[in-house]
Structure formats: C-alpha cells, structure tokens
C-alpha cells in the first residue's frame, strides 16, 4: 500500500506561485495514475490535475488549464504541482492520491474521487492579498 504525503502550501498573493509536491512510500508510483484534489470551504472534493505515471499524460479541470502543471519523478517518487498565476478562488486543502487500476485508467474523462485511494493528509493553500 502506498503511503502519500503532500507539502508545499502556504499563503501567496493573487498571480502568485506555488509547488506542491506528493511524496509516496512503501510502492513506487511508476505503474499508477496520481491525481491532485482540492477542496474548498463549504464545497465538494473536486479533481484538478492528474498524471499517468506510465505513459505521461495528464489532464486538467478547465479553471486550472494554462495556470498549473503537473509533473512526476519517478527517481524520487513524486509528482508536483505547479501552480502559477494563483486566484483567490484556488484557495482550499489540496490532496494527492492514486489510482491502484493496472494499467492506469484513462485521465482524458476527468478524475473520479471513487477510482482514487491512499489520500494524502492535504496541505492548505491560501490565497489573498
């Protein structure tokens, strides 16, 4: 069983940037997909970036398209999220967490909270001026 831990949040201001990174142990994370979610205050879990650690694509919920990039290093068995260009409204507890299917499910339909496991602890990112 993988064990995922995120890092990285913090305060910034709006157009402001961040990384997160999603560090896993016990499994490498070489033969799965990893996605990143976010929630927000009073709102619903919702998936914002994921990676096919196998082939390399990813995918991204429209609102983050153009602002953030996710990448992995299997060397260092972690995925980042770049975050540039930050809004108030990206403003919530970010998760990772991975997708056990072998191989990985298709990330073109979007992240489904079910299809994931192993959630990491969240780290908080705020922004505000």
């Known amino acids: 069983q993988l064990q995922l831990v995120e890092s990285g949040g913090g305060l910034v201001q709006p157009g402001g940037s961040l990384r997160l990174s999603c560090v896993g142990s016990?499994?490498?994370?070489?033969?799965?997909?990893i996605g990143w979610f976010r929630q927000a205050p009073g709102k619903e879990r919702e998936g914002v970036s994921g990676i096919d650690m196998v082939d390399g694509s990813t995918y991204y919920e429209d609102s983050v398209k153009g602002r953030f990039t996710i990448s992995g290093d299997n060397a260092k068995n972690t995925v980042y999220l770049q975050m540039n260009n930050l809004k108030p409204e990206d403003t919530a507890i970010y998760y990772c967490?991975?997708?056990?299917?072998?191989?990985?499910?298709?990330?073109?339909?979007?992240?489904?909270?079910?299809?994931?496991?192993?959630w990491g602890q969240g780290t908080q990112v705020t922004v505000s001026s």
């Open positions: 016990g499994r490498t994370l070489s033969s799965y997909a």
């Open positions: 967490a991975v997708d056990y299917s072998i191989p990985p499910r298709p990330l073109s339909a979007g992240l489904r909270e079910d299809d994931f496991g192993s």
